[in-house]
Nanobody, 124 residues
Framework: QVQLVESGGGLVQAGGSLRLSCAAS????????MGWFRQVPGKEREFVAA????????YYTNSVKGRFTISKDNAKNTVYLQMNSLHPEDTAVYYC?????????????????WGKGTQVTVSS
């Protein structure tokens, strides 16, 4: 089992920045990749970004490219999501997830463990 705990959400004005953190514990040696998803009420959970635990290859959805940066600290078993130039449409609950198998990372069904989420609200 891998346990994930997100932090760093909050309220920010449009154009502002936030940094989310996700700390992993448990069987962290089994992690192949970590990802961030977001969800608003009534909509499906949406892929935001992901990173391979070894090698550090990153993946982003088009709407956040150039604004968000995913990074990791293997020693701390922590993944980060730096979010700049935030838009009101970035408002959502952001979830951290981990995958223990090498597979494509864009689908929520390809992740094995999930955090409880952290709310990000961007005001206009």
């Amino acid at each position: 089992q891998v346990q994930l705990v997100e932090s760093g959400g909050g309220l920010v004005q449009a154009g502002g920045s936030l940094r989310l953190s996700c700390a992993a514990s448990g069987r962290t040696f089994s992690i192949n990749a970590m990802g961030w998803f977001r969800q608003v009420p009534g909509k499906e959970r949406e892929f935001v970004a992901a990173i391979r635990w070894n090698g550090g290859t990153t993946y982003y959805t088009n709407s956040v490219k150039g604004r968000f940066t995913i990074s990791k600290d293997n020693a701390k078993n922590t993944v980060y999501l730096q979010m700049n130039s935030l838009h009101p449409e970035d408002t959502a609950v952001y979830y951290c997830a981990s995958s223990v198998i090498f597979r494509q990372l864009y689908g929520s069904g390809n992740y094995d463990y999930w955090g409880k989420g952290t709310q990000v609200t961007v005001s206009s």
